[in-house]
């Protein structure tokens, strides 16, 4: 297949572009002809303060972009055009220059940007749904997006002229959702049922799985109010036993979180690493945490925590509960309750054969639905179901050992589409 991929990245480096790059090297070492269309949020930092007040403009139609592909596509003449990420510089004008050229189109849905202005239906800490069913307005009077009403505005308006054109609904063939709760929550939006799958991410390559129990914790991940690290320090002042923290990672609470851990030799702050090491530290641990009070998409770190059979303890919201098995493969506590996080970590760390047992679990479930093989044999059959217009849940279905929703289920949700 001659295939191009689209991304645009954001300004610091996160799992979505991890994700790409992935599935960029698994079609190519599978023989396939990959073109990238790729653009940055970087390209902002060479902007004249004149040039920025166009950006409103470039979110909801990027002219270049729009003829750079329609160019693109004409010159490579591919089977089909796979988009991960549109925001902001590559804007949904993408879709567009595909239909334009008649070439199908699949999207990745890597956070809930079509929802929601601030793309993690998130509001003050706490999971928000308002802007899915209601108006968009709730995120622009709220400043949903960096705590900026005009920024809000202008992804609201992105989204509303799209809905007025019937983008979403009309120029994407298949939409990939990560989890089968996140492919709920765009039905429930209004993304047509008939165009969802689900398809988590992969790791590749395969990290291998651990040796020993493990000699400490870890958390992997940036250091925001969203992904609970306020949670996690608090457990850690609640724990008697001496539990090696390690916290891999970044953000705009480091500073702060050091402050109110300061003292405490369990607990190791070692910011940004390469993926090498958070691996290598990775299989060293004895467990995962991942604290989030938001509704995570799919995190990477699960995939690959399962893939170095190292359980994972994470809080009972959102894709988390289906991701993680209680009891199987982890640990679920109640979202922001640190006690309850302490409690999981004390008996995680007390009970070596049982997180070993979970470990093998762990490995088995990468295994089943995580490998590059997996992910692969799922992503051929999406390709397949939208070049030869096959119904997209009938073709998935027919990929070994991968579990989607059925159309019947699918069809049962009645919201009115985008």
Same mark, same amino acid.
């Given at each position: 297949?001659?295939?191009?991929?689209?991304?645009?990245?954001?300004?610091?480096?996160?799992?979505?572009?991890?994700?790409?790059?992935?599935?960029?090297?698994?079609?190519?070492?599978?023989?396939?002809?990959?073109?990238?269309?790729?653009?940055?949020?970087?390209?902002?930092?060479?902007?004249?303060?004149?040039?920025? %007040?166009?950006?409103?403009?470039?979110?909801? $139609?990027?002219?270049?972009?729009?003829?750079?592909?329609?160019?693109?596509?004409?010159?490579?003449?591919?089977?089909?055009?796979?988009?991960?990420?549109?925001?902001?510089?590559?804007?949904?004008? &993408?879709?567009?220059?595909?239909?334009?050229?008649?070439?199908?189109?699949?999207?990745?849905?890597?956070?809930?940007?079509?929802?929601?202005?601030?793309?993690?239906?998130?509001?003050?800490?706490?999971?928000?749904?308002?802007?899915?069913?209601?108006?968009?307005?709730?995120? &622009?009077?709220?400043?949903?997006? #960096?705590?900026?009403?005009?920024?809000?505005?202008?992804?609201?308006?992105?989204?509303?002229?799209?809905?007025?054109?019937?983008? +979403?609904?009309?120029?994407?063939?298949?939409?990939?959702?990560?989890?089968?709760?996140?492919?709920?929550?765009?039905?429930?939006?209004?993304?047509?049922?008939?165009?969802?799958?689900?398809?988590?991410?992969? &790791?590749?390559?395969?990290?291998?799985?651990?040796?020993?129990?493990?000699?400490?914790?870890?958390?992997?991940?940036?250091?925001?109010?969203?992904?609970?690290?306020?949670?996690?320090?608090?457990? $850690?002042? $609640?724990?008697?036993?001496?539990?090696?923290?390690?916290?891999?990672?970044?953000?705009?609470?480091?500073?702060?979180?050091?402050?109110?851990?300061?003292? /405490?030799? #369990?607990?190791?702050?070692?910011?940004?690493?390469?993926?090498?090491?958070?691996?290598?530290?990775?299989?060293?641990?004895?467990?995962? %945490?991942?604290?989030?009070?938001?509704?995570?998409?799919?995190?990477?770190?699960?995939?690959?925590?399962?893939?170095?059979?190292?359980?994972?303890?994470?809080?009972?919201?959102?894709?988390?509960?289906?991701?993680?098995?209680?009891?199987?493969?982890?640990?679920?506590?109640?979202?922001?309750?640190?006690? /309850?996080?302490?409690?999981?970590?004390? $008996?995680? +760390?007390?009970?070596?054969?049982?997180?070993?047992?979970?470990?093998?679990?762990?490995?088995?479930?990468?295994?089943?639905?995580?490998?590059?093989e997996q992910n692969y044999a799922a992503l051929m059959a999406i390709y397949e179901?939208?070049?030869?217009?096959?119904?997209?849940?009938?073709?998935?279905?027919?990929?070994?050992?991968?579990?989607?929703?059925?159309?019947?289920?699918? #069809?049962?949700?009645?919201?009115?589409?985008?």
């Open positions: 297949m001659k295939l191009i991929l689209v991304h645009n990245s954001y300004q610091h480096r996160g799992g979505e572009d991890m994700a790409f790059e992935q599935e960029v090297e698994l079609l190519r070492s599978r023989g396939h002809q990959v073109i990238v269309y790729r653009r940055s949020n970087t390209e902002i930092d060479n902007y004249s303060p004149l040039r920025r %007040v166009s950006l409103a403009k470039q979110v909801v $139609w990027a002219s270049d972009t729009h003829d750079e592909v329609a160019s693109l596509i004409r010159r490579e003449k591919p089977d089909l055009v796979h988009v991960h990420n549109t925001f902001l510089m590559i804007s949904p004008s &993408v879709y567009s220059a595909c239909r334009g050229a008649g070439v199908p189109v699949v999207q990745t849905l890597h956070n809930y940007r079509l929802l929601c202005p601030a793309a993690n239906l998130l509001r003050r800490g706490q999971p928000c749904e308002r802007c899915v069913r209601g108006t968009l307005l709730h995120g &622009v009077v709220h400043a949903c997006y #960096r705590d900026s009403r005009s920024s809000t505005a202008m992804l609201a308006l992105m989204l509303a002229v799209h809905r007025m054109r019937r983008t +979403w609904s009309d120029m994407v063939d298949c939409y990939i959702a990560l989890t089968e709760f996140a492919l709920r929550k765009f039905v429930e939006g209004g993304v047509p049922a008939d165009k969802l799958v689900v398809k988590p991410n992969f &790791v590749h390559p395969d990290p291998g799985f651990r040796d020993g129990f493990g000699e400490h914790a870890i958390y992997v991940g940036r250091l925001s109010s969203e992904k609970g690290v306020a949670t996690l320090v608090q457990a $850690w002042k $609640w724990l008697r036993d001496p539990v090696p923290l390690m916290v891999i990672g970044d953000g705009p609470l480091r500073e702060t979180l050091k402050s109110e851990i300061k003292g /405490d030799s #369990r607990v190791r702050f070692c910011g940004l690493l390469p993926r090498t090491e958070v691996l290598a530290l990775l299989k060293r641990a004895r467990f995962l %945490v991942l604290p989030s009070c938001c509704y995570e998409n799919f995190p990477m770190s699960i995939a690959e925590a399962y893939a170095c059979s190292v359980p994972v303890i994470g809080s009972d919201i959102g894709a988390m509960q289906q991701l993680i098995d209680h009891g199987r493969t982890g640990l679920l506590f109640r979202v922001g309750d640190a006690e /309850d996080l302490a409690q999981s970590v004390e $008996w995680a +760390w007390n009970h070596p054969a049982d997180l070993k047992r979970m470990g093998e679990n762990c490995r088995a479930e990468f295994k089943s639905k995580y490998s590059a179901s939208v070049t030869r217009n096959r119904p997209i849940a009938s073709a998935v279905s027919e990929a070994a050992e991968f579990r989607t929703f059925s159309s019947s289920l699918l #069809r049962s949700y009645t919201e009115p589409k985008l």
